[in-house]
C-alpha cells in the first residue's frame, strides 16, 4: 500500500525575488489556500536589491515595508562632466530578510528544500523523487529562454566591505562613472549599509556576459584605495550578469503552448535596460490573489507578461542605440546626458513608466550617438 501523493493549492517553483514575494502576498491575502514554496538553496540568496520610492506603487508597498533594511532620502551620481544629487527615496532589501519574511509567512513546512526536475501546470517533480500536484504551479525559476532575445548585458561583481575609521558616504552613489571604462560602459556602485560597512558594485554593460570574476574584484580593491579606504575585510559578495533587451520573439520566450504559469525573469518580467526586476515582482506578487481563483492562471499570467513585452518596446529601442549605435568607450555620454533630465522622468523611466512626453524629451536634442548609426540600429529592429 502506498501513501497518496501530497497535494496543495499553490505550488511556487523558486524561492528567489518573484517567488519570495508572491508566497509572501498569497500568504497575506489568501490565508486559506495551502501554498508551497520549492527552494533547493536559501530563499532569497545572497543578494541585495535596491528601489526607488517611485519604483512601487503606494498601494503595493505593505508587501515590501516589512523587508526593507535600509533607506535614504537621496543618491548621487557622477560622471566624467557632471555631478548631481537627486532627492529621491531609495532602500534596500537583503534575500536575508525576504527569507524571514517568507518564513514567517509560512507554515512550517512548506517552504521545501529540492529542485524540480519536472515542471507541469498541475504537478511538480522533484529531483529527490516523488510529486506534488498543486491546482496551480507557479515557475519562477529565473531566466527562460535566452535565444529568444537578441541582448547586451549588465554583469557586476558586488563586495560588502569593513571600512575601518568609516568610509564617509552619506547616502548612496547610484553611479561613479568618473572611473575608467572598461568593458563597456562601466560604473561604480556604492551602498553605505552603516558607517563603517559599504557595498561597492563594480558593474558593467557590455557586449559579452563573460564576467572574471577575480579580474573584477582586483578593480573593486583598486578603486577602495583610490578612495583611500583602509578595507579591514569583505563581509558579503555577490556577482550577476543581467540581460539588456535590444529585441526579441516573445512566442518564442514563452509559447502559448506552454500552460505553466510564470512569474518574474521567467516570464520576461523585468526593465528591458535596467535588468531590474523587483517593480514587476510587487506588481504581479500583490495581484497573484486575486488570479489564482481562475481555472487557467498560466494563459492569465502569459497574456499579463505580452502586454508587459509590449509596453516595453521604447526601452528596447534605447537599448539598440546603446549597444548597436555607440561605441562602448562612448556609452558613457548616454549616461551622462540622461542624468541631466528631470528628476521625476528620471523616476518614472527606473519604474518602467515613462510618458510619451518623456520618451520625446529622451530622445530630443544633440543625439549622443552618431545619426546614421542609430538610424541604422533602430531600422534593424525587430518590434514583436
Known amino acids: 500500500m502506498t501513501s497518496a501523493t501530497p497535494s496543495c493549492d499553490i505550488a511556487i517553483v523558486g524561492g528567489g525575488l518573484a517567488g519570495g514575494l508572491a508566497a509572501m502576498a498569497l500568504a497575506a491575502k489568501r490565508p486559506e489556500l495551502d501554498v508551497r514554496l520549492i527552494e533547493p538553496g536559501p530563499v532569497g540568496g545572497n543578494h541585495i536589491w535596491s528601489f526607488f520610492d517611485g519604483d512601487i506603487?503606494?498601494?503595493h508597498r505593505w508587501l515590501v515595508a516589512p523587508l526593507v533594511r535600509h533607506y535614504w532620502h537621496g543618491y548621487d551620481v557622477r560622471f566624467p562632466r557632471h555631478r548631481r544629487t537627486l532627492r529621491m527615496g531609495y532602500k534596500s532589501i537583503t534575500g536575508e530578510a525576504l527569507?524571514?519574511?517568507?518564513?514567517?509567512?509560512?507554515?512550517?513546512?512548506?517552504?521545501?528544500?529540492?529542485r524540480a526536475k519536472h515542471v507541469a501546470p498541475d504537478h511538480i517533480l522533484f529531483a529527490r523523487g516523488g510529486r506534488l500536484n498543486a491546482r496551480h504551479v507557479i515557475d519562477a525559476r529565473g531566466a527562460g529562454n535566452m535565444s529568444a532575445l537578441t541582448c547586451g548585458w549588465q554583469k557586476f561583481v558586488g563586495q560588502a566591505l569593513t571600512v575601518k575609521g568609516g568610509h564617509g558616504l552619506a547616502h548612496p552613489v547610484v553611479m561613479d562613472a568618473s572611473v575608467a571604462q572598461l568593458d563597456g560602459y562601466r560604473f561604480v556602485y556604492l551602498l553605505p549599509l552603516d558607517a563603517?560597512?559599504?557595498?561597492?558594485?563594480?558593474?558593467?554593460?557590455?557586449?559579452?556576459?563573460?564576467?572574471?570574476?577575480?579580474l573584477v574584484r582586483e578593480r573593486i580593491g583598486a578603486y577602495a584605495a583610490w578612495r583611500e579606504w583602509?578595507?579591514?575585510?569583505?563581509?558579503?559578495?555577490?556577482?550577476g550578469v543581467l540581460p539588456v533587451v535590444i529585441a526579441g520573439d516573445f512566442d518564442r520566450f514563452w509559447p502559448a503552448a506552454d500552460r505553466v504559469a510564470r512569474i518574474g525573469s521567467r516570464a520576461g518580467a523585468f526593465h528591458a535596460t535596467t535588468g531590474y526586476s523587483l517593480p514587476d515582482a510587487v506588481r504581479t506578487a500583490a495581484a497573484l490573489p486575486a488570479l489564482v481563483d481562475g481555472s487557467a492562471l498560466g494563459a492569465t499570467l502569459r497574456a499579463r507578461a505580452a502586454r508587459g513585452w509590449r509596453r516595453q518596446r521604447f526601452y528596447r529601442l534605447l537599448d539598440a542605440m546603446l549597444f548597436r549605435a555607440a561605441e562602448p568607450a562612448e556609452r558613457v555620454r548616454i549616461f551622462e546626458r540622461f542624468y541631466r533630465l528631470p528628476p521625476k522622468l528620471i523616476a518614472r523611466?527606473?519604474?518602467?513608466?515613462?510618458?510619451?512626453?518623456?520618451?520625446?524629451?529622451i530622445l530630443s536634442g544633440k543625439p549622443p550617438v552618431p545619426v546614421g548609426r542609430a538610424l541604422s540600429a533602430i531600422r534593424k529592429l525587430d518590434w514583436k
Open 230 to 239: 583602509d578595507v579591514a575585510g569583505v563581509s558579503r559578495e555577490e556577482s
Open 349 to 361: 523611466f527606473y519604474a518602467g513608466q515613462s510618458t510619451r512626453a518623456d520618451k520625446l524629451r
Open 57 to 59: 506603487a503606494e498601494r
Open 196 to 214: 563603517e560597512t559599504l557595498f561597492v558594485e563594480d558593474t558593467y554593460y557590455s557586449d559579452s556576459p563573460d564576467l572574471d570574476l577575480d
Open 99 to 114: 527569507a524571514e519574511a517568507v518564513a514567517a509567512a509560512l507554515p512550517a513546512g512548506h517552504v521545501v528544500a529540492d
